[in-house]
């Protein structure tokens, strides 16, 4: 069993940076493939970033390339987010997921059992 909790979200000018964190609890988490989503009003709950228990392999959608960065310590069961050049387009709810996804199922939000309750990231034009 994992709990995550997100945090770093707020309001940021386009150009501006966050870094988002996910402490999570459990004895596990260095076992678990970590997940950053996003969800816009309106929207369905998309992919942005993963990284595996080793922190050697990361997955990113198109999206956020050379933008966002994704990492992990263990000794700390903490995830992090990175987001860089931020865009009014990457205003959204981020959300921190833990898994085992293959993978050819990264990509899919029903891939992770285990979800924070969410960070409001909002940028401003």
């Known amino acids: 069993q994992v709990q995550l909790v997100e945090s770093g979200g707020g309001l940021v000018q386009a150009g501006g940076s966050l870094r988002l964190s996910c402490a999570a609890s459990g004895r596990t988490f260095r076992n678990f493939a970590m997940g950053w989503f996003r969800q816009a009003p309106g929207k369905d709950r998309e992919f942005v970033a993963l990284?595996?228990?080793?922190?050697?392999?990361?997955n990113y959608a198109d999206s956020v390339k050379g933008r966002f960065t994704i990492s992990r310590d263990n000794a700390k069961k903490t995830v992090y987010l990175q987001m860089n050049s931020l865009k009014p387009e990457d205003t959204a709810v981020y959300y921190c997921?833990?898994?085992?996804?293959?993978?050819?199922?990264?990509?899919?939000?029903?891939?992770?059992?285990?979800w924070g309750q969410g960070t409001q990231v909002t940028v401003s034009s």
């Open positions: 997921a833990a898994g085992h996804p293959d993978d050819t199922v990264v990509y899919k939000a029903l891939a992770y059992p285990y």
């Open positions: 990284i595996r228990w080793s922190g050697d392999s990361t």
